[in-house]
Antibody, heavy 119, light 106 residues
Framework: QVQLQESGPGLVKPSETLSLTCVVS?????????WDWIRQPPGKGLEWIGS???????YYNPSLKSRVTISVDTSKNQFSLKLNSVTAADTAVFYC????????????WGQGTLVTVSS | SYDLTQPPSVSVSPGQTASITCSGD??????ACWYQQKPGQSPVVVIY???KRPSGIPERFSGSNSGNTATLTISGTQAMDEADYYC?????????FGGGTKLTVL
């Protein structure tokens, strides 16, 4: 069974960089597929942040592109998110998820991790 | 950018049919999928490629997509179906979510 687990600081100061890692088990990232980051502010809807393909190609939400970097480490079977210059508006539950192809749904999700931006 | 519009809320009586819409420019030319999210849980796919149900999803969930609107239909709605529902579509390798619909089973 494929499992994804997010990890990282739960509290980040304004203007700093939010960094999260998603460790994948039950499937080798190097074998294929897209690996997404998705966030959900408290009480609000889902927002796609971006994706990394197993080859390392990346795709970003245009509204966040200037602040986001997503990378993959196939040796550790994990992928990562960096979001810089954060503000309180970036407070959200962050999910990592797998997507089989560019036009398919996210079939496996992590449990999500809450990141609060506050001084 | 590509906007997907959902009604914020839909109410239905137990045993009745609930319909949740998702509107976007020429959405029918793309694949759409639907997620169910219950409080404190990660989203779960209930419909993909417009009309397909993943294994384990009850037959009462169905979908359609034509023109500018995709629709999630829940027949014989049960109390356990009360949740937030999100549509998703893709355009040029970019992923888009609808704003979500809160389904209340009264």
């Amino acid at each position: 069974q494929v499992q994804l687990q997010e990890s990282g600081p739960g509290l980040v100061k304004p203007s700093e960089t939010l960094s999260l890692t998603c460790v994948v088990s039950g499937y080798s990232i190097s074998s294929g597929y897209y690996w997404d980051w998705i966030r959900q502010p408290p009480g609000k809807g889902l927002e796609w942040i971006g994706s990394v393909y197993h080859s390392g190609s990346t795709y970003y939400n245009p509204s966040l592109k200037s602040r986001v970097t997503i990378s993959v480490d196939t040796s550790k079977n994990q992928f990562s998110l960096k979001l810089n210059s954060v503000t309180a508006a970036d407070t959200a539950v962050f999910y990592c998820a797998r997507r089989v192809s560019s036009g398919s749904p996210n079939d496996f999700w992590g449990q999500g991790t809450l990141v609060t931006v506050s001084s | 950018s590509y906007d997907l519009t959902q009604p914020p809320s839909v109410s239905v009586s137990p045993g009745q049919t609930a319909s949740i819409t998702c509107s976007g420019d020429k959405l029918g030319d793309k694949y759409a999928c639907w997620y169910q999210q219950k409080p404190g849980q990660s989203p779960v796919v209930v419909i993909y490629q417009d009309t397909k149900r993943p294994s384990g999803i009850p037959e009462r969930f169905s979908g359609s997509n034509s023109g500018n609107t995709a629709t999630l239909t829940i027949s014989g709605t049960q109390a356990m179906d009360e949740a937030d529902y999100y549509c998703q579509a893709w355009d040029s390798s970019i992923v888009f979510f609808g704003g979500g619909t809160k389904l209340t089973v009264l």
